[in-house]
């Protein structure tokens, strides 16, 4: 009788991963994400500010119209990274997208942090943003690596300029919020550096064009609602 060890018989009961098992690892991400349950990695920000006068009745809305947005673009990013990660063929564009996405993950939870610190709370249509943008970045992981990490970059970009603008409207006294925006926008930096430094190619104009205006679409209906 044949000499049989537990090495040789354990390979083929093995179990192996196979398209269920990565769909059912987004699905419980993004039930994670959705529900609030995910935790940062990195310190809040906010705890580096020096004590505020309190806001009026007024700027707390207005801060925190400004951090639902926020908070919307980081599930956005969430959904959009993991769907261009999970339909990315090649490895080390794959590992740079998961790795933003993992960053992203401080970014909404110190914006619902400062959401629950303003008496407020995020945007009711998340699901909605993130199913959107989820299959969005699947999309154009399809075009091909450059692309994708390109349409990477332009994201980023975008959401650079929509902080900017933030800074600039955020009531002056809001120093937490400020603290938490500066830090994000630093990171967003960082990830489209990383994007183009992999071989990430600018988007056509027309590509560009229709992606502003999804944002201004999210935007405007996400400060309200």
């Known amino acids: 009788m044949p000499d049989v060890t537990m090495n040789s018989v354990a390979v083929p009961f093995a179990r192996r991963r196979g398209p269920l098992d990565g769909l059912i690892g987004e699905v419980d991400r993004a039930l994670r994400v959705l529900a609030g349950a995910a935790t940062a990695s990195r310190a809040y920000p906010a705890q580096a ?5 309190p806001l ?10 400004l951090m639902r947005v926020n908070h919307v673009g980081e599930v956005c990013a969430q959904a959009l990274y993991r769907g261009q990660a999970t ?6 564009a794959r590992r740079l997208l998961e790795q933003a996405a993992a960053e992203e993950v401080d970014h909404l939870v110190w914006c619902a942090q400062r ?4 008496g407020s709370r995020p945007s009711l249509l998340n699901p909605l943003w993130y199913a959107g943008s989820f299959t969005l970045g699947a999309l154009a992981s399809v075009a091909g ?5 390109g349409f990477m970059a332009e994201t980023e970009r975008q959401v650079e300029e929509h ?18 925006v500066d830090k994000m926008k630093e990171d967003e930096a960082q990830h489209r550096h990383n994007a183009e430094e ?5 988007l056509p104009a027309p590509v560009r064009g229709v992606m502003r205006l999804m944002s201004r679409v999210m935007t405007t209906t996400a400060y309200r609602i």
Do not use: F, M, W, Y
Request: glycine share 8%; proline share 11%; hydrophobic share 30%.
């Open 115 to 118: 959401l629950e610190e303003l």
């Open 87 to 92: 339909a990315c063929r090649d490895a080390s």
């Open 49 to 53: 500010a020096e004590p505020q006068p």
């Open 198 to 202: 992999a071989g990430g190619v600018p």
């Open 163 to 180: 902080l900017d603008g933030h800074l600039r409207t955020l009531p002056p006294s809001d120093l937490r919020s400020r603290e938490i």
């Open 56 to 65: 009026t009745e007024q700027e707390k809305r207005h801060s925190a119209g």
């Open 145 to 149: 690596v450059p692309r994708n990490l």
